[in-house]
């Protein structure tokens, strides 16, 4: 057993029995190596934070799911990277039309509408159901999507492969 085996192994037994222990050990080991990677990829130390969170969050509940015959660090760093391009697409998509999307994700415009309708109706369904909340109304076909909740913007991706047209 290697040493980068060993420590991985040891963490995640940390994490079984006490998850938080865990997880701080895991970011004591980890932490700096994975920041300066992020500061690499993001505009802003901000950005960066947040990504090393989402980053060891995940790890943290997918830490059974590592092949101890790889690289504890790479595994790490493609989740970080994973989240950094979905935060890209995100972006990339707030603010485009009905038709840029349809364009970009090479799928039907009512696929596009179908996909906001559906984020609406599970937005609506996120919100706290009280007196007078109304939700927002998800603008299209003529102007410019945008949704209040960027998590939802993923919801116009294709879920499993490639869209059929």
Known sequence: MNANTKTVMEIWQEIRKDRERGAERLVAEYGN???????????????????????????VKKIRQFDTSRNFFTWLYAIMLNFHRMNHRRRYFADKTVEE?????????????????????????????????????????????????????????????????
Do not use: M
């Open 33 to 59: 190596r994975l920041y300066a990677a992020a500061v690499l990829l993001c505009a802003n130390n901000h950005d960066a934070e947040g990504l090393v969170f989402r980053t060891f969050d995940q790890a």
């Open 101 to 165: 999307i349809a364009a970009a994700l090479n799928i039907p415009v009512g696929t596009v509408k179908s996909r906001l309708h559906n984020a609406r109706v599970e937005l609506a369904n996120l919100l706290p159901h009280t007196v007078g909340t109304r939700v927002p109304r998800v603008r299209g076909h003529a102007g410019r999507v945008t949704l209040p909740n960027a998590d939802l913007q993923l919801s116009l991706l294709p879920r499993h492969g490639k869209e059929k047209t």
